[in-house]
């Protein structure tokens, strides 16, 4: 079997096609269908007619926390925080971008007028994130004085326009600090229609960290060292994948957080807890069929991930086509369909 490097999953992407606004309306998007040997470019709403009565989809129900929070040091430096998980009744765990980093024990001042104090460094003495006791409900806090945490590569301030769209329709637990995005294209005329042919619907959660943008920086794809995040298969789902097991349907993953959140639960048997579970070429899939997502990011972690899945050259061969043929990437973006080899 051939090794790989993270070289592999270089690729060079014209600028210009990075989305950085959602399409007009969610389902308008572009899919690219790479089911077959030959691409089809179809538009996302097309995606149920691909399909079968009996199929499940099975979508990641997090919801995305205005996350990124800024405010100062007590000597007038500013700074930002970006909220990784909430750990307590007012304590987090949060990313920090400041000129120096300030000591433990020292109070912030926010935006907003609330403070934060820093208790240390997370998960440990030489983490690369930091605690903090806020004074109030960290997701209230975040409500009324939060921004939405866009990616690193979309270059505009949030507005009220991303609040709505980089969510998805049926986002329901808070704490993600990055959108499921490959969901963020069903609306629910689309859902209606998936409904109308028999295709069933089921969630699961994974809140899902901003470390899905970092890309991997150690050429040895053993060497690298995924974040961790939470996720959970709830009971319902469980049964819903076992009825589907029954009468001979496709599971059908909506994003990558889907797929390591389900890949997870059938590796350890826990419906809840943390994942750091790190997919490349020749990993065995248990459960996922066939994947919807979007176009990720060169050298990443997500670009292993679909190559492990739909096969290294298919996937290279379908990047190939989607920038010849002018596709948006990333994660306002558009979709692709893919089968498990």
Same mark, same amino acid.
């Given at each position: 079997?051939?090794?790989?490097?993270?070289?592999?999953?270089?690729?060079?992407?014209?600028?210009?096609?990075?989305?950085?606004?959602?399409?007009?309306?969610?389902?308008?998007? #572009?899919?690219?269908? &790479?089911?077959? !040997? *030959?691409?089809?470019? =179809?538009?996302?709403? /097309?995606?149920? @007619?691909?399909? $079968?009565?009996?199929?499940?989809?099975?979508?990641?129900?997090?919801?995305?926390?205005?996350?990124?929070?800024?405010?100062?040091?007590?000597?007038?430096?500013?700074?930002?925080?970006?909220?990784?998980?909430?750990?307590?009744?007012?304590?987090?765990?949060?990313?920090?971008?400041?000129?120096?980093?300030?000591?433990?024990?020292?109070?912030? #001042?926010?935006?907003? &007028?609330?403070? !934060? *104090?820093?208790?240390? =460094?997370?998960?440990? /003495?030489?983490? @690369?994130?930091? $605690?903090?006791?806020?004074?109030?409900?960290?997701?209230?806090?975040?409500?009324?004085?939060?921004?939405?945490?866009?990616?690193?590569?979309?270059?505009?301030?949030?507005?009220?326009?991303?609040?709505?769209?980089?969510?998805?329709?049926?986002?329901?637990?808070?704490?993600?600090?990055?959108?499921?995005?490959?969901?963020?294209?069903?609306?629910?005329?689309?859902? &209606?229609?998936? !409904?109308?042919?028999?295709?069933?619907?089921?969630?699961?959660?994974?809140?899902?960290?901003?470390?899905?943008?970092?890309?991997?920086?150690?050429?040895?794809?053993?060497?690298?060292?995924?974040?961790?995040?939470?996720?959970?298969?709830?009971?319902?789902?469980?049964?819903?994948?076992?009825?589907?097991?029954?009468?001979?349907?496709?599971?059908?993953?909506?994003?990558?957080?889907?797929?390591?959140?389900?890949?997870?639960?059938?590796?350890?048997?826990?419906?809840?807890?943390?994942?750091?579970?790190?997919?490349?070429?020749?990993?065995?899939?248990?459960?996922?069929?066939?994947?919807?997502?979007?176009?990720?990011?060169?050298?990443?972690?997500?670009?292993?991930?679909?190559?492990?899945?739909?096969?290294?050259?298919?996937?290279?061969?379908?990047?190939?086509?989607?920038?010849?043929?002018?596709?948006?990437?990333?994660?306002?973006?558009?979709?692709?369909?893919?089968?498990?080899?």
């Amino acid at each position: 079997m051939r090794t790989f490097s993270v070289g592999d999953f270089d690729f060079a992407l014209p600028p210009e096609l990075i989305a950085q606004h959602p399409a007009a309306e969610r389902s308008a998007s #572009r899919l690219l269908d &790479g089911l077959g !040997a *030959t691409p089809m470019d =179809r538009v996302f709403r /097309e995606l149920p @007619a691909q399909l $079968r009565e009996g199929d499940l989809l099975v979508f990641n129900d997090t919801r995305v926390v205005k996350a990124r929070l800024f405010g100062e040091k007590p000597t007038g430096g500013r700074l930002e925080l970006l909220i990784e998980r909430v750990t307590g009744a007012r304590e987090v765990v949060a990313h920090m971008k400041v000129s120096k980093k300030p000591q433990p024990g020292t109070v912030l #001042r926010m935006d907003g &007028g609330f403070t !934060a *104090t820093l208790l240390g =460094r997370w998960p440990d /003495e030489d983490g @690369a994130l930091f $605690r903090f006791a806020l004074d109030d409900d960290p997701y209230a806090l975040m409500e009324r004085h939060g921004h939405v945490p866009l990616p690193p590569y979309i270059e505009h301030a949030d507005t009220a326009d991303d609040e709505r769209r980089y969510q998805t329709v049926f986002a329901k637990r808070p704490g993600a600090v990055a959108a499921p995005t490959a969901a963020l294209h069903f609306d629910e005329p689309l859902l &209606g229609e998936l !409904a109308q042919r028999g295709i069933a619907c089921a969630s699961v959660t994974l809140h899902v960290g901003a470390g899905t943008f970092q890309p991997v920086k150690a050429e040895n794809l053993a060497e690298h060292r995924m974040h961790s995040e939470w996720y959970e298969v709830p009971q319902a789902t469980q049964d819903a994948i076992a009825r589907l097991r029954h009468r001979g349907g496709r599971l059908v993953a909506v994003g990558t957080t889907t797929v390591r959140t389900l890949e997870s639960w059938s590796r350890t048997g826990q419906a809840s807890g943390d994942t750091s579970i790190f997919i490349t070429p020749g990993f065995a899939f248990r459960e996922v069929d066939l994947l919807v997502t979007n176009f990720h990011l060169p050298r990443s972690t997500l670009m292993m991930l679909v190559s492990a899945f739909a096969g290294y050259e298919h996937v290279m061969a379908l990047y190939r086509h989607a920038i010849a043929q002018r596709y948006r990437f990333f994660s306002y973006g558009d979709a692709m369909l893919l089968a498990r080899t």
